[in-house]
């Protein structure tokens, strides 16, 4: 297990929490990132709460930056996959979240927490896929 990082995942899942929860209890909004995007992207007249919205998908971006200026290092990072199969994920990643109402943020850390049971079977039915998609692709498509 070469990416065996037990105390930065801790430390990064409780900072994932601590936003949602700190979201819920200033705004009484769900911490879903695709919803956040879509709202500060929706050209659909004035969007009123746009400036948390703004500061909110800053903040994901600027935080690794603030890592890398605090530590001196980044990640190694390796796309093992074709830049197109990539590109065809993310799409597909961006088409379920709009079939589903919701990506990982909102459904798996947000809608489990508040023991909403549509949250609870879409969080099963994406981790389902993506172990199954990881499996195909991996053994059956490449390894096979």
């Given at each position: ?13 409780a ?17 879903g990132i ?5 709202g500060l992207?929706?050209?659909?007249g004035?969007?009123?709460?746009r400036?948390w919205?703004?500061a ?11 890592l ?5 290092s980044?990640?190694d ?7 197109s ?29 508040r ?12 981790m ?17």
């Open positions: 297990m070469e990416n065996f990082t037990p105390l930065a995942s801790l430390f990064g899942g900072l994932i929490g601590l936003s949602a929860v700190v979201l819920m209890l200033l705004n009484g909004r769900i911490a695709s919803g956040i995007t879509a992207l929706s050209f659909s004035s969007v009123p709460d400036g919205r703004i909110f998908v800053a903040g994901i971006v600027i935080a690794p930056l603030a890398v200026l605090l530590t001196g980044r990640p990072i390796a796309f093992v996959a074709p830049m199969m990539t590109i065809a994920a993310g799409l597909l990643v961006g088409f379920g979240t709009i079939l589903g109402n919701g990506c990982t943020s909102g459904h798996g850390v947000c809608g489990i927490a023991l909403s049971t549509r949250s609870i079977i879409a969080t099963a039915v994406f389902t896929a993506g172990i199954a998609t990881t499996f195909i692709v991996r053994h059956l498509i490449v390894g096979g």
